[in-house]
Structures are given as C-alpha cells and as structure tokens.
C-alpha cells in the first residue's frame, strides 16, 4: 500500500501511534480548511466515485473524526511541500499552499490502493483503508514537465485532459502543450481564421507503424477551440498544472503557410501550392522575416496570452532550416538593414523580437536550445533538448534551463531493442535509462545550478496516431521520470532501480485501474 510514486521524501510507520489504521466509512467525513477548498472538491469528487462513500463535508477540522479527512495550510511548509498523518485522530494533509495539500491528496489516492483510481465503485464490501503513518514530502524541482506534441496526431479534448490526470496522479505540475507545426496548427485563433479551416487538416497522413496492420494513409486532423482551451487551461489549474503554449516559430511553420501564403518566402518558392505537410522530418518552408510576419504572429500571441496566464511562452524556434533566407533576396535586405553577420542573427533577431514584446507584457519567452545560436535574447529561457550542452551553456549565461534531453526523456524513442515495438526509431531509452536520467548536469556549479529550474519529458506523436499508443510510449517511463523529477534521488549509478521496480508492481495496479495501455514489464504486447 505503501508502494508510492514518485517516491516521498520521507515515510514512517513506526510511530507511537502503532500500526493502526484509518478505515473511510460512509460516516467519514471530509473537511477542507481555508484555501484547501480547491483540492477538498476534487478529492471529495475523485473518491467518491471510485468508493461510493459519500464522504460529506465536516463543518470543522477536528469534525473529521478518527475516520475522517481534514485539510489545511501550514504556513510553515514551502508553497508545494506537505505533511500527510494519518492516526488515530483521521488523516490530516497539510500543505504550505494549495498545490502542496492537492500533492498530499494525490499520495493519499495511492495509499487506498488501485481501486481508489477507478470511476465507479466496484462493490459496497470494500475496505478503504490507510495505515498509520506520517508521510512529509517535497518535490525537488518547481518544473516537473510533460511535453505533448497534438500537431503530428491530434488528440481530441477528452484525450488531453485524461493526461492532466494521469500528469496530477504522478506530481507533474507543467504541461508543454506543442500546439502548432508543418502538420497542424490546433488552436482557433479568431482573427485568422484559416489557421484552423486550412491549417487543421492535412489530406493524407501515414498512421500507425509499417509492420503493423494499422498502417494505412487517410485524412487527419482537428483543433481546439478557444473554449475548449479555457477549460484545458482551468483543467489544469484545478489539478496545479500550468499550461505552457508553445506556437512554433520560424520553423515549423508549414500549416501557417499553407492557410496563409504570405507568411512564406514567397519570392524563393511559390507558397501558395504548398498543403498541410503530409510527412515528417525538418522541414525547409519556414516563414519570411517580414514585418508582416511579425505582425501576423503578434495577433496570434496576443490570443494566446488571453487564453493562457502562465507566466512562460513558448515560441519553439527548433530546426529552422535557413536555406530559403540564403536565397531569398527579401530575408537579404533585411540582414543588411539590421546590419547582422548572416542568417542566424536573422533568427536571433527574430526570437528577440518575441522576448522583448513578450517581455512588455509581463511574460517570458522559452524556446528550444537552437535559440542559443546567434545570441540568445533578453530574458529567454531555454529548452534543452540536443543534450545538456544548450542547457549548460545558457544556465552559464544566467538564463533559465528546462533540461530534457532527447538522449535520455524523449518517450517518443524507442523502449526496447526487440523487432516488436511499434515505433523502431531512436535510441533505446529504457525504463532504467530514463530512472537514471540526471537532469542537473555535474558540470555546472551550485550557482549555475540554480538556473535548471527542472525537466521535462516530450512525447513527439509522429507515430502515435491515438492514446493508446501515446500511453504505451509515456508509460512506464513517465513514472520513472516523474520520481526523478519530484523526489530528491541519489546519484543515477547510485539510485535503487531494484527498488523502483518492486514499488512499480503497485503502480501498475493502479495504472490498470485507470486504463493506461501501458507497455507490460513482461508477456505479450497489446497488439500480438
Ligand atoms: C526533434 S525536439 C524535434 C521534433 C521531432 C522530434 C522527434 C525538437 C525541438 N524538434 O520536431 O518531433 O525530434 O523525436
């Protein structure tokens, strides 16, 4: 029962109160204190469900009982740390803020078992119970990242806010949400509408992997309305996840051309035959370094700052291949003009365009650490991904640094060497790997340290057409990556995978009860 992931910081059973435990009975009542009101509606609403216990509110704290629930706010703990003690006065989840009692809730999920994560109760004898125990826990980084690409396979609203779940279940607090590319632009943005009448379909799309019966070629597409994104946004919130946009820009960039031909380098390629990209890879249609592109990305910034408050924008800014400014005279006159040195100050430019006018609006900017080439704006935070060494280089510059690296987090590569996983490419990264991924490179000192404000898995769907093929890349490994994300291991060759693996037989219990098609540690996969 005890079995947690990620691991807590500390756990003891021996207490004085012996080894007793609390049972949750219809009489268990649930008392939420001032600012915990928040977490209070969501675990009433998520226990009541999988329990059918009614859990009603208590009016005060010490009313929860020696069966009941109580939460509230320790000034004393920092903002997401919290105490969960559970005796023979009830349990008790206290958190220095609100995010700190929703992490407390989440531990107290897993201590009633996997049943405690299913959406209806599967009979009235069962036994909800938690030990007695003290539980105090922190997590070790404020960015404990999930990345979703819904450009290459779009994944309809239901699909994004079951990962938010899956995310709160396992203490993942950003979701890095890759919103446009060449495939797919998936956000309404009401003054260019063609975005999504154009930019949200593309014709033909290979699905599925080329040994599988699946493979085939058919339309694909979809978006998110604005709605839609303010309940993905409020979603998030509820559980203490914030909402990082990513708007890829300059590269990237193909459905924007293709609803919007100007936007491209109109006198190197005829832009307006170009479609929604139909296949994968760097593409070299990138948008023109005009003022009208500017102004064009401007408006759809400005969208999306009214649709997400976090404090993070991400403008991509990864593989943007500068053939076509080499040959565009249009992009030449503007290297002269600003008197820059070639075509990456010419992206630099570009990006810090961004920074600053992001900056202006109380925001800031993170890209992918191809922004470090030919100077790295302002204020920008950077997005390591070709390894650490983008991250060690802009953490020594004094810029903030999400590490996640494709060498070790990237859950779209490969998990095992066999013929018979469903997506061959990349590098293996295993469930050990990515357990033994250390996100603070030694190289840097305490001080540059400090500017690695966490890490990030990124699950890239080029082969992933659906969720359960989403979950069978993201899981087990996200769990793995959560516990290093969250709890404070040692060294990677010091750190306990036996252990890990021991804890993850109850984790997959509940992984079950969720419906996660998770790859299996052993036995058939899903589709032999
Ligand atoms: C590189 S990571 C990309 C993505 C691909 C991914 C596939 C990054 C910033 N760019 O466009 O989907 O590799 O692993």
Request: charged fraction near 25%; proline fraction near 7%; glycine fraction near 10%.
């Given at each position: 029962?005890?079995d947690?992931?990620?691991?807590?910081?500390?756990?003891?059973?021996?207490?004085v109160t012996g080894?007793?435990?609390?049972r949750?009975t219809?009489?268990s009542r649930?008392?939420?204190?001032t600012?915990?009101?928040?977490?209070?509606h969501?675990?009433?609403?998520?226990l009541?469900?999988?329990t059918g216990?009614?859990?009603?509110?208590?009016?005060?704290?010490?009313d929860a009982?020696?069966?009941?629930?109580?939460?509230?706010?320790?000034?004393?703990l920092g903002?997401?740390e919290?105490?969960?003690?559970s005796?023979?006065?009830?349990i008790?989840?206290?958190?220095?803020?609100?995010?700190?009692?929703?992490?407390?809730?989440?531990?107290?999920?897993?201590?009633?078992g996997?049943?405690a994560?299913?959406?209806?109760?599967?009979?009235?004898?069962?036994?909800w119970?938690?030990?007695?125990l003290t539980?105090?826990?922190?997590?070790?980084f404020?960015w404990?990242?999930l990345?979703?690409?819904?450009?290459?396979?779009?994944?309809?609203?239901?699909?994004v806010?079951?990962?938010?779940?899956?995310m709160?279940?396992?203490?993942?607090?950003?979701?890095?949400f890759?919103?446009?590319?060449d495939?797919?632009w998936r956000?309404?943005?009401?003054?260019?509408?063609?975005?999504?009448?154009?930019?949200?379909?593309?014709?033909?799309?290979?699905t599925?992997?080329?040994?599988?019966?699946?493979?085939?070629?058919?339309?694909?597409?979809?978006?998110?309305t604005r709605?839609?994104?303010?309940?993905?946004?409020?979603?998030a919130?509820e559980?203490?996840i914030?909402?990082?946009?990513?708007i890829?820009?300059?590269?990237?960039?193909q459905?924007?051309?293709?609803a919007?031909p100007?936007?491209?380098?109109?006198?190197?390629?005829?832009t307006?035959?170009?479609?929604v990209?139909?296949?994968?890879?760097?593409?070299?249609?990138?948008?023109?370094?005009?003022?009208?592109?500017?102004?064009?990305?401007e408006?759809?910034?400005?969208e999306v700052?009214?649709?997400?408050?976090?404090e993070?924008?991400?403008?991509g800014?990864?593989e943007?291949?500068k053939?076509?400014?080499?040959?565009?005279?249009?992009?030449?006159?503007?290297?002269?003009?600003?008197?820059?040195?070639?075509?990456?100050?010419?992206?630099?430019?570009f990006?810090?365009h961004?920074?600053?006018?992001l900056?202006?609006?109380?925001r800031?900017?993170i890209g992918?650490?191809?922004?470090?080439?030919?100077?790295l704006?302002?204020?920008a935070?950077?997005s390591?991904?070709?390894?650490?060494?983008?991250g060690?280089?802009a953490?020594?510059a004094?810029?903030?640094?999400?590490?996640c690296?494709?060498?070790?987090?990237?859950l779209?590569?490969?998990?095992?060497p066999?013929?018979?996983?469903p997506?061959?490419?990349?590098w293996?990264?295993?469930?050990?790997?990515?357990?033994r991924?250390?996100?603070?490179?030694?190289?840097?000192?305490?001080?540059?340290?400090?500017?690695?404000l966490?890490t990030?898995a990124?699950?890239?769907t080029?082969?992933m057409?659906?969720?359960?093929?989403?979950?069978?890349?993201?899981f087990p490994?996200?769990?793995?990556?959560?516990?290093?994300?969250w709890?404070?291991?040692?060294?990677?060759?010091?750190?306990?995978?036996?252990?890990?693996?021991?804890r993850?037989?109850a984790?997959y219990?509940?992984?079950d009860?969720l419906?996660?098609?998770?790859?299996?540690?052993?036995?058939?996969?899903?589709?032999?």
């Amino acid at each position: 029962m005890t079995d947690l992931i990620p691991a807590p910081r500390d756990i003891a059973t021996t207490t004085v109160t012996g080894s007793g435990e609390v049972r949750l009975t219809a009489h268990s009542r649930l008392s939420a204190g001032t600012g915990t009101e928040g977490t209070g509606h969501w675990l009433r609403t998520t226990l009541r469900q999988a329990t059918g216990l009614p859990l009603h509110e208590g009016r005060e704290l010490d009313d929860a009982g020696g069966d009941g629930i109580g939460l509230r706010l320790d000034p004393e703990l920092g903002p997401e740390e919290y105490r969960l003690v559970s005796d023979f006065s009830g349990i008790l989840i206290e958190g220095g803020g609100a995010a700190g009692v929703f992490w407390g809730a989440q531990t107290l999920r897993q201590l009633l078992g996997p049943d405690a994560y299913r959406r209806a109760p599967l009979g009235r004898d069962r036994v909800w119970a938690v030990p007695h125990l003290t539980i105090e826990d922190a997590p070790r980084f404020r960015w404990r990242g999930l990345m979703l690409d819904v450009a290459r396979h779009f994944m309809p609203k239901e699909g994004v806010l079951r990962y938010l779940d899956l995310m709160a279940a396992h203490k993942l607090n950003v979701f890095h949400f890759h919103l446009t590319d060449d495939q797919g632009w998936r956000i309404e943005i009401e003054r260019h509408p063609r975005l999504t009448e154009i930019g949200s379909w593309r014709a033909r799309t290979k699905t599925g992997h080329r040994a599988s019966p699946l493979w085939e070629e058919k339309p694909h597409g979809g978006y998110y309305t604005r709605d839609d994104i303010r309940e993905i946004v409020a979603y998030a919130a509820e559980r203490h996840i914030t909402v990082v946009p990513e708007i890829d820009v300059p590269g990237h960039s193909q459905a924007a051309i293709a609803a919007y031909p100007e936007l491209g380098n109109t006198d190197v390629i005829a832009t307006d035959s170009l479609s929604v990209w139909d296949t994968w890879g760097i593409n070299p249609n990138v948008l023109a370094p005009t003022d009208n592109t500017l102004r064009f990305y401007e408006g759809v910034f400005e969208e999306v700052l009214e649709l997400f408050p976090s404090e993070f924008v991400h403008i991509g800014g990864d593989e943007c291949p500068k053939d076509q400014w080499r040959r565009s005279e249009t992009a030449q006159a503007r290297i002269r003009e600003l008197g820059l040195a070639d075509e990456d100050e010419l992206q630099s430019w570009f990006i810090g365009h961004f920074d600053a006018w992001l900056s202006a609006r109380g925001r800031r900017l993170i890209g992918w650490d191809e922004i470090l080439e030919g100077g790295l704006a302002k204020g920008a935070a950077v997005s390591s991904w070709r390894g650490y060494a983008g991250g060690i280089a802009a953490a020594r510059a004094g810029h903030d640094v999400v590490m996640c690296p494709e060498q070790q987090v990237y859950l779209d590569h490969r998990q095992d060497p066999g013929p018979d996983e469903p997506v061959p490419i990349g590098w293996v990264r295993s469930l050990e790997d990515v357990y033994r991924f250390e996100p603070v490179p030694p190289e840097l000192t305490p001080e540059e340290a400090r500017h690695v404000l966490g890490t990030q898995a990124n699950l890239w769907t080029e082969v992933m057409e659906d969720h359960a093929r989403v979950d069978y890349q993201a899981f087990p490994r996200l769990a793995a990556f959560a516990e290093v994300a969250w709890s404070a291991l040692p060294a990677p060759e010091e750190r306990d995978f036996a252990g890990f693996e021991h804890r993850m037989t109850a984790h997959y219990r509940r992984l079950d009860a969720l419906g996660v098609a998770y790859r299996p540690p052993a036995g058939p996969l899903p589709w032999q």
